[in-house]
């Protein structure tokens, strides 16, 4: 399912205005294997030497106290800052939306960094494009369960049970809940412009088609019907519990 749940991420990122690496449906060559073919966002031919580096090794290099099993945002917005990163309130808010509405618990300090120009004397880091977006919409439930859990209850649990891989501080576990820690940003970092708005216009008519355009494909893995319902409560669900932790 993390095959999936790549492909449909990076389709609902166009959505969001977020900046996420196009992933593609793939199969290995002999024996047709499934899998995703994810782009590289830097190295390409003719342009500057481009350079990343995972937020980890900077957050160490600096000495920064880590917690691996919940990170902290409040640290991430400091390094952030520290590097002079460029329109950082927007990519944060973006991906914290963005993460809340595919249930993505697995943003950690490896999975976001900074890209860089070598040689050039300013901390200035950029933002990279928002990777590794597999472990998402619900992925570990198998497809014997998925008819249980459509059942409003436990569908709901786990709309509310879906986390951030950081809180606002480190070891913050409540704080890390995907719309209350979008709440918190909210409030903290955004003024009237707020680039989760984005997330909030997603349209059950949007999740239709793109569920709809899942099953078509005649793929090795394949998206089913009862994926599909799946996948699109999961979507209205989490998009209306981001706007109801806005106040929208």
Same mark, same amino acid.
């Given at each position: !399912? =993390?095959? &999936? #749940?790549? $492909?449909?991420?990076?389709?609902?990122? /166009?959505?969001?205005?977020?900046?996420?690496?196009?992933?593609?449906?793939?199969?290995? *060559?002999?024996?047709?294997? *499934?899998?995703?073919? $994810?782009?590289?966002?830097?190295?390409?031919?003719?342009? *500057? +030497?481009?350079?990343?580096?995972?937020?980890?090794?900077?957050? =160490?290099?600096?000495?920064?106290?880590?917690?691996?099993?919940?990170? #902290?945002?409040?640290?991430?917005?400091?390094?952030? @800052?520290?590097?002079?990163?460029?329109?950082? @309130? #927007?990519?944060?808010?973006?991906?914290?939306?963005?993460?809340?509405?595919?249930?993505?618990?697995? @943003?950690?300090?490896?999975?976001?960094?900074?890209?860089?120009?070598?040689?050039?004397?300013? /901390?200035?880091?950029?933002?990279?494009?928002?990777?590794?977006?597999?472990?998402?919409?619900?992925?570990?439930?198998?497809?014997?369960?998925?008819?249980?859990? !459509?059942?409003?209850?436990?569908?709901?649990?786990?709309?509310?049970?879906? #986390?951030?891989?950081?809180? &606002?501080? %480190?070891?913050?576990?409540?704080?890390? =809940?995907?719309?209350?820690?979008? @709440?918190?940003?909210?409030?903290?970092?955004?003024? /009237?412009?707020? *680039? !989760?708005?984005? %997330?909030?216009?997603?349209?059950?008519?949007?999740?239709?088609?793109? $569920?709809? &355009?899942?099953?078509?494909?005649?793929?090795?893995?394949?998206?089913?019907?009862? /994926?599909?319902?799946? $996948?699109?409560? =999961?979507?209205?669900?989490?998009?209306?519990?981001? %706007? +109801?932790?806005?106040?929208?």
């Amino acid at each position: !399912m =993390q095959i &999936w #749940s790549e $492909v449909i991420a990076y389709e609902l990122s /166009r959505d969001l205005r977020l900046p996420v690496p196009p992933a593609f449906l793939a199969q290995g *060559p002999g024996n047709g294997s *499934p899998g995703v073919l $994810v782009e590289f966002f830097y190295g390409y031919a003719l342009e *500057p +030497a481009i350079r990343f580096v995972h937020a980890i090794e900077r957050l =160490q290099g600096l000495q920064f106290p880590i917690d691996y099993k919940r990170g #902290s945002l409040k640290d991430n917005i400091t390094l952030c @800052r520290l590097h002079l990163t460029p329109e950082w @309130r #927007s990519w944060w808010a973006r991906t914290l939306a963005f993460d809340a509405v595919i249930g993505n618990v697995d @943003r950690h300090t490896e999975n976001w960094g900074f890209l860089f120009e070598p040689g050039l004397s300013s /901390r200035r880091h950029t933002l990279a494009p928002a990777f590794d977006n597999g472990t998402s919409l619900g992925y570990i439930v198998r497809e014997s369960d998925l008819g249980s859990f !459509m059942q409003p209850a436990r569908l709901r649990n786990l709309i509310a049970k879906g #986390s951030h891989h950081f809180g &606002w501080v %480190a070891g913050d576990g409540e704080g890390a =809940q995907h719309a209350r820690l979008c @709440r918190l940003f909210r409030d903290r970092y955004l003024d /009237r412009s707020n *680039p !989760m708005d984005d %997330a909030l216009a997603l349209t059950d008519i949007r999740i239709g088609r793109l $569920v709809d &355009w899942c099953c078509s494909f005649a793929y090795p893995l394949p998206f089913t019907p009862a /994926r599909g319902h799946f $996948v699109a409560a =999961q979507l209205r669900a989490r998009r209306d519990a981001l %706007a +109801a932790a806005l106040g929208a």
